[in-house]
């Protein structure tokens, strides 16, 4: 990839459906700067596609674009535009198989319980698509995430209205968290003095001993961790906050990151799922296990095996589990319309998101009723449960936060070659009974690290690198300089990992001039409560955390400042110079397709994409000495804040403009800026009959798109959209497509 290549992901859901109207235009205004800007297909279905060529046609095979771009990660001239994509859940995949299988690609299905080794291979195989897959594959550099200058100006001057108020009579909200047998009381750290390679061993009390995994190779410098959580007092807990809430009459609600963190969440899940419908569960064990319900999968999950019973077995299941409803607490919604609960499916409610909504509406979760309602909020593990309680007893002490007065708290996350929890998928392990587990130096024979456990327990294995650690540091002094604010490490020196975490950023600070700013290591409370003192005073506070953290502080602190992460900028520089450019989240990408579908309007807001864009020109100009990508990058800033300005995002309701009318107006504030800009005279020249075609045209243009609205759509799928039917779907305005496509 010698050319000046940007690759623009193609990915998932409502940001998938937008790259059908906004990349041709970006595509024309860049090969004026001769950039290409091609697609790579990254989105669930490709991966899927990518995994099974030997059972697909020659002319419906997909090449493993996710490998190819991780091998390209390590190139200087690496420039790739990640947009949002799915995290898949064992129910979104079983979803995609099916929506494949149902176009002729002869894809096998998910095995749950593998029954022999055929079965074992394809599950294997599916391993390698669910939850994150694609992050830690481009992740090969540590984020730098922020909300650009003109969208923090433009979201203090016209602040977001989704900020209810706390009462000021006192709200029953709290975190609850467990206070013993967590990850974070179990978890034993250190720091390889060398390579090596090492393997994970069960012990069991009876003398049995099992290797779970060996040849894991290690680097010098590398930290290694060993944490377990303990299932029985998961339980427990589980229990005891459920009848708190029942006493308090108030919401239970549990949040988990079931899609990052694939295999413990989503079993940690389950246990909730169990303890909540234990009457259920208990009263029909042996018929729940031979239909092979999977309290993992959800409730949801669990109904659907149910829902194969014959009558009058099928509702005499189902009616117990509804009297479940009537002796437990009420549960939070996910769709109250459609008797959605919080327990309803893993991927529903995932902690980075759900969290921040809590502290946005005053506390409270929706009801039954559809109503707003005070909830407890389960966060079982106190790495970083604690930091959530904060703000939530902040919140209650001092009442709403004001986007129009608050300032911003940026990150700068440790999260290069899978660094810590979320490279810990193929290392995590079920323990069969009572015992040990063990992390052995395989060259020595030396005993690591060991944590006890008891059957059904969870236990995982996490490592950070020493070249990200240093570059982590590196990169926290760099922003502090270039922004004036302080920079806080949000380490726990009580936590195993994060001690030896200290060590380094102590040693590697001595590598920076600091004399010109303020560093601080605090443990996560002392980092929270030292933020939102300034983000009231309107003082802005840079974040340098570990990577599940850079995850949840990213969206908590957007989505109260902006209302939404994907308005943020997410630039991750690459460890071998190249840059990932990361445009937002996409949580809320499933019900912008459902509208979608429904009317014909689609209100995902483009701007993260926008914003990335910018700097990934940047990146062209500067590793290609490239003038002309310089001015591109300039004149779209420019245009960036003049779309801010006019109000061009997307509106939520049908009718109003959509997505597609607010590509319109970027691409003629891009072409009105380059055309007034004095750089670049041929480009100036190139783009001012564009300018004032799109102009001249803006009422034909507008009215050809909101022509399109309020009527069914349909673009052929879900997770594999017709491309014929994408296009014309997102490009409905023949003036518009004929301006830019004259480019």
């Not at 669930?44 to 059972?55: H, M, Q, T, V, Y």
């Not at 046609?57 to 420039?79: I, M």
Request: glycine share 6%; net charge negative; hydrophobic share 40%.
């Amino acid at each position: 990839m010698s050319k000046q290549l940007i690759v623009w992901t193609e990915i998932d859901e409502a940001p998938a459906l937008a790259t059908y109207s906004l990349l041709p235009m970006v595509q024309k205004f860049t090969k004026e700067a001769d950039i290409a800007v091609e697609t790579r297909d990254i989105s669930l279905s490709g991966r899927i596609l990518a995994n099974f060529p030997d059972k697909l046609k020659d002319d419906q095979k997909v090449e493993d674009y996710l490998t190819q771009l991780g091998d390209w990660t390590q190139s200087p001239e690496a420039n790739i535009i990640k947009l949002p994509n799915i995290s898949a859940s064992i129910p979104q995949l079983q979803e995609a198989i099916k929506e494949l299988q149902e176009k002729g690609y002869d894809v096998p299905d998910y095995p749950e319980e593998p029954k022999n080794d055929e079965e074992k291979s394809i599950k294997e195989r599916y391993a390698k698509v669910l939850g994150s897959a694609v992050n830690p594959v481009l992740r090969e550099g540590n984020s730098d995430r922020r909300a650009a200058a003109a969208v923090k100006r433009f979201g203090q001057k016209f602040p977001h209205r989704m900020m209810k108020p706390w009462p000021e009579s006192g709200s029953q909200c709290r975190v609850a968290h467990m206070e013993s047998g967590d990850f974070y009381e179990s978890e034993v750290s250190t720091t390889l003095p060398e390579a090596t390679t090492i393997k994970w061993v069960f012990k069991g009390k009876d003398g049995s001993e099992k290797v779970l995994k060996k040849g894991h190779a290690m680097q010098a410098g590398e930290v290694l961790d060993l944490s377990c959580m303990n299932i029985r007092k998961l339980r427990e807990f589980y229990a005891e906050t459920a009848k708190e809430a029942k006493e308090k009459g108030v919401l239970l609600s549990l949040h988990l990151k079931a899609t990052m963190m694939k295999i413990s969440d989503p079993y940690m899940f389950g246990q909730c799922v169990e303890v909540y419908f234990a009457d259920a569960f208990e009263k029909h064990a042996d018929t729940l296990k031979e239909i092979g319900a999977n309290s993992s999968l959800g409730l949801g999950g669990v109904l659907a095996k149910v829902n194969t019973l014959p009558e009058p077995k099928k509702s005499e299941v189902l009616a117990d589990f509804d009297k479940c409803y009537e002796s437990g607490p009420a549960l939070a919604m996910v769709d109250s319309r459609n008797n959605v609960t919080n327990l309803h499916a893993p991927n529903d409610i995932i902690v980075d998101a759900s969290m921040p909504n809590v502290v946005r509406d005053g506390g409270k979760m929706w009801n039954l009723a559809d109503e707003l309602q005070d909830t407890i909020a389960m966060v079982p593990d106190r790495c970083y449960a604690t930091m959530y309680r904060e703000i939530i007893e902040d919140a209650k002490k001092n009442g709403q936060f004001d986007p129009a007065t608050m300032g911003s708290v940026s990150n700068v996350g440790l999260m290069a070659q899978k660094a810590e929890e979320y490279g810990s998928h193929d290392k995590t392990f079920f323990a069969e009974a009572d015992g040990v587990c063990q992390v052995v130096d395989e060259k020595t024979g030396n005993v690591l690290l060991e944590v006890p456990v008891e059957k059904k327990d969870v236990f995982r294995s996490c490592q950070a690198k020493d070249e990200p650690i240093r570059d982590w540091v590196k990169l926290a002094v760099t922003r502090a300089k270039d922004s004036g604010d302080p920079v806080v490490f949000w380490l726990d020196e009580k936590r195993a990992h994060d001690a030896q975490l200290i060590k380094k950023v102590n040693t590697y600070l001595k590598d920076h001039d600091t004399s010109d700013i303020t560093v601080k290591i605090m443990c996560p409370v002392d980092a929270m409560n030292y933020s939102l003192k300034r983000v009231r005073k309107g003082e802005n506070t840079i974040s340098a955390t570990g990577n599940a953290l850079r995850d949840y502080l990213t969206d908590l602190f957007p989505i109260l400042e902006l209302g939404t992460s994907a308005k943020m900028l997410s630039i991750v520089p690459l460890l071998k110079g190249g840059g990932l450019f990361e445009t937002g989240a996409g949580g809320s990408a499933p019900k912008h397709v459902s509208q979608f579908l429904k009317e014909g309007h689609l209100r995902w807001d483009s701007l993260g994409e926008f914003c990335a864009l910018v700097p990934s020109l940047e990146q062209v100009a500067k590793v290609f000495n490239n003038a002309k990508a310089k001015v591109l990058a300039e004149a779209l800033d420019a245009a960036v804040e003049k779309h801010l300005e006019n109000g061009k995002a997307p509106s939520r309701k049908a009718g109003e403009i959509d997505n597609r009318g607010s590509h319109f107006y970027l691409a003629m504030y891009w072409a009105e800026a380059l055309a007034a800009q004095t750089k670049d005279k041929a480009l100036a020249e190139k783009f001012a009959p564009v300018a004032k075609a799109l102009q001249d045209n803006e009422e034909k243009i507008v009215a050809e798109i909101a022509a399109a609205e309020g009527k069914p759509t349909s673009v052929g799928g879900y997770f594999k959209p017709d491309a014929d039917l994408a296009f014309k779907a997102m490009r409905p305005s023949a003036t518009l497509n004929s301006i830019i496509d004259a480019i």
